[in-house]
């Protein structure tokens, strides 16, 4: 049974830093993409970052390049740095994985986490 738990959101003032996490289990060598997507109320699920099982190959959304930093400590586990938080990064975080080619597309991904709520304030 495949399942995925994000943790690490919180609450932050702009230009704070938090540390997201992404345990998997379950996974097999199919799905050797791991990324995180994002979701605001009322906005589609957007893509932020995306790196394979060896942790060379990444991708990150225009809007998150030089701020956040997408890590692979292993097959299963996933980690977001986000620095230079601003009011706009606020969503609702989900890790997702899926097979390779990695892509910044969330129709590439089977699987999901529940998700973990990050909130920036001005």
């Known amino acids: 049974q495949v399942h995925l738990v994000e943790s690490g959101g919180g609450s932050v003032q702009a230009g704070g830093s938090l540390r997201l996490s992404c345990v998997g289990g379950g996974l097999t060598y199919l799905y050797q993409c791991m990324g995180w997507f994002r979701q605001a109320p009322g906005q589609e699920r957007e893509a932020v970052a995306t790196i394979d099982d060896g942790g060379i190959f990444w991708q990150y959304a225009d809007s998150v390049k030089g701020r956040f930093t997408i890590s692979r400590t292993n097959r299963n586990t996933v980690s977001l740095e986000m620095n230079s938080l601003k009011p706009e990064d606020a969503a609702m975080y989900y890790c997702?994985?899926?097979?390779?080619?990695?892509?910044?597309?969330?129709?590439?991904?089977?699987?999901w986490g529940q998700g973990t709520q990050v909130t920036v304030s001005s």
């Open positions: 997702a994985a899926g097979p390779v080619p990695c892509r910044l597309d969330a129709r590439q991904y089977a699987y």
